[in-house]
């Protein structure tokens, strides 16, 4: 759900923000070199606000209690997360303008990357497809074949999913979905989360 989440948002950037990405650094990098060079009609100022929000964000996530079981700190960091969306969607509404939106958002998206690597679920980055889609071409067909081809598949379909609702409602249309889908996030991790610790309690009585 969390890369079906990053195609959403890619959406909302990318043609809500004005050719910016907040969840792919890698397109952010290669922006930001072009509109350095000034070929390309984009705004350096835009990628690097980016940027930095998304490694503010990773920063946090990452350094948030360090010798904490990862399980255990993925509700709260989606929950931060679901709240840094909900601020991304106030600003939209509102009209505050592009950068209220975009730091927000990239903040949000750097705190889903350091969570999901803490995790260290092979082959869903759940915003980076290069290496997975190496995989399924270079590596031989097995369990991962099935991991990787439905994180490709959830990317792409937020992506089409996000256009479609982006050229009917607007980049608010595309933050209201996300925030609703954090929220369903957050509420099932807290849920197995609440499973699993009662599972170890009955191990140790």
């Known amino acids: ?9 890619g959406a909302a950037s990318f043609l809500g ?7 792919n650094m890698t397109g952010n990098v290669v922006f930001l070199g072009f509109a350095l060079s000034g070929v390309a009609q984009l705004s350096a100022l835009a990628a690097a606000v980016a940027l930095t ?9 990452g350094s948030w209690r360090r010798d904490a079981e990862a399980g255990d700190l993925f509700a ?3 929950a931060v997360q679901t709240l840094l969306a909900a601020l991304a969607l106030a600003a939209e509404a509102a009209g505050w303008g592009r950068y209220a939106v975009l730091v927000p958002l ?3 998206m750097g705190l889903q ?12 980055t759940t915003t980076v497809m290069t290496r ?10 097995g369990p991962a074949t099935v991991r990787r081809g439905v994180s490709v598949a959830a990317l792409a379909a937020g992506a089409l999913s996000g ?12 933050l209201v979905a996300v925030l609703a889908l954090l929220i369903a996030v957050v509420l099932a991790a807290g849920r197995w989360r609440r499973t699993r610790a009662r599972g170890r309690e009955g191990e140790h009585p």
């Open 17 to 23: 923000l004005g050719r910016v990405f907040v969840a």
């Open 53 to 61: 929000g998304f490694v503010t964000g990773a920063v946090a996530g």
């Open 132 to 141: 997975t889609l190496t995989g399924l071409a270079a590596d031989r067909p």
């Open 163 to 174: 256009g479609l609702l982006h050229s009917r409602t607007g980049a608010e249309g595309v």
């Open 1 to 9: 759900m969390l890369t079906f989440v990053s195609g959403l948002v």
């Open 106 to 108: 990239a903040c949000g």
């Open 113 to 124: 990357n350091a969570v999901v690597h803490r995790l260290g679920v092979p082959d869903l």
């Open 76 to 78: 709260p960091l989606v």
